[in-house]
């Protein structure tokens, strides 16, 4: 909340400062959403955020290293997008790799229920960062995008899981290639 304040402050100050011939840079409301979400981020040691732009808070990339479950091992990125209407829409969020999944599609779109319908104002980033981290956990079969991942997972498990290996060390399955996003551990 400090930071909210203090970010109100500093704006007054340069509107002050610059006088009324001054250009003022104006934070907007989605701006100030996305400060207060982003303090509150509790991301433990398998997840981390980049900003391209320091200045662009709207704009920033998500990593996320699953420790536990069929992804374990590897480097998922995802770009985090918000527009002016943050928070009465939710961000548009992509995964940045070709991964085999039931829940992203090969273009990356992400298949999370509070990303679409089941979106509302009080939810903040973290809930997204926690649904994106559960769908490496327990990825979901009953709502997918990728159908081929999905008929897998629902039939054989194991065949799910060998697809999973398979496609992050870079390998094709049924003639689609994926990205490698296995990463060595130090």
Not at 33 to 57: C, H, N, P, W, Y
Not at 124 to 144: H, K
Not at 151 to 163: G, H, P, T, Y
Request: one cysteine or more.
């Amino acid at each position: 909340m400090l930071k909210i304040w203090s970010m109100k402050k500093e704006q007054q100050k340069a509107e002050n400062a610059e006088g009324a011939g001054g250009k003022k840079k104006k934070i907007t409301a989605a701006q100030l959403r996305v400060q207060k979400d982003l303090s509150e981020l509790s991301l433990g040691s398998t997840m981390r955020t980049i900003f391209a732009d320091a200045d662009d808070i709207l704009n920033f990339v998500l990593e996320i290293k699953p420790d536990e479950g069929v992804y374990h091992g590897g480097l998922f990125t995802f770009t985090f997008n918000m527009d002016q209407n943050y928070p009465h829409e939710p961000p548009k969020v992509r995964c940045q790799q070709k991964i085999y999944h039931p829940n992203i599609d090969l273009e990356g779109k992400v298949c999370l229920n509070i990303l679409r319908e089941d979106w509302k104002p009080v939810l903040n980033l973290n809930a997204v960062i926690v649904g994106l981290q559960f769908l490496f956990l327990e990825p979901n079969a009953s709502d997918p995008l990728n159908k081929e991942a999905a008929e897998d997972l629902r039939s054989s498990r194991e065949n799910f899981r060998r697809n999973v290996r398979t496609s992050m060390t870079g390998g094709s399955i049924r003639g689609t290639s994926y990205d490698r996003v296995m990463f060595n551990r130090a």
